[in-house]
T-cell receptor, first 113, second 112 residues
């Protein structure tokens, strides 16, 4: 167990809908990262937050947004869902610097029908 | 922008043989080089990392080597076992930035 929690574990929804994925980082970690992993693909970096502020952005679609709250948990919002958004979404946390281990949550598996 | 190239994308070895995965990067300021293992359906987990002040680090059957001049680092797994079968990702980080980049992954199959 990495100490990072993600909810829900599974999510099935329809095209055009909106969902929210939630992540709680390890105790003491200030940075949260979001990744998308499609079937048999690598880890696509979406966005990073540090202590409530956005720090880095990857290939995140405009339909997607995220935030980190004062208690450091983070939410990833996916809207106007398309079939191609079906994937495993991981959250990871670290102490904050880019020279530290990232601890991954168990992921949320999203299926868009 | 900075990226990291990882090769090979797939690797099959016989049980007991060694496996080597290599990653090449371009930013000479990169100074943290971790390796993650992702078993099927599970989360990526750190297995070993190296910082730029050392050239090699070992942990039992796993080792990582770093060549800063040539800008590449490699994961070495000796005496491979079926449970080593997984996808392995290299990554790199750079002090003073928030940049943390993952390679594209290598699917390792250890054949019994």
């Amino acid at each position: 167990d990495s100490g990072v929690t993600q909810t829900p574990k599974h999510l099935i929804t329809a095209t055009g809908q909106r969902v929210t994925l939630r992540c709680s980082p390890r105790s003491g970690d200030l940075s949260v990262y979001w990744y998308q992993q499609s079937l048999d693909q690598g880890l696509q970096f979406l966005i990073q937050y540090y202590n409530g502020e956005e720090r880095a952005k990857g290939n995140i679609l405009e339909r997607f947004s995220a935030q980190q709250f004062p208690d450091l948990h983070s939410e990833l919002n996916l809207s106007s869902l398309e079939l191609g958004d079906s994937a495993l979404y991981f959250c990871a946390s670290s102490s904050g610097t880019s020279r530290e281990t990232q601890y991954f949550g168990p992921g949320t598996r999203l299926l868009v029908l | 922008g900075e990226n990291v190239e990882q090769h090979p994308s797939t690797l099959s070895v016989q049980e007991g043989d060694s496996a080597v995965i290599k990653c090449t990067y371009s930013d000479s300021a990169s100074n943290y080089f971790p390796w993650y293992k992702q078993e099927l359906g599970k989360r990526p987990q750190l297995i070993i990392d190296i910082r730029s002040n050392v050239g090699e680090k070992k942990d039992q059957r796993i080792a990582v080597t770093l060549n800063k001049t040539a800008k590449h680092f490699s994961l070495h797994i000796t005496e491979t076992q079926p449970e080593d079968s997984a996808v392995y990702f290299c990554a790199l980080g750079t002090s003073g930035t928030y940049k943390y980049i993952f390679g594209t992954g290598t699917r390792l199959k250890v054949l019994a």
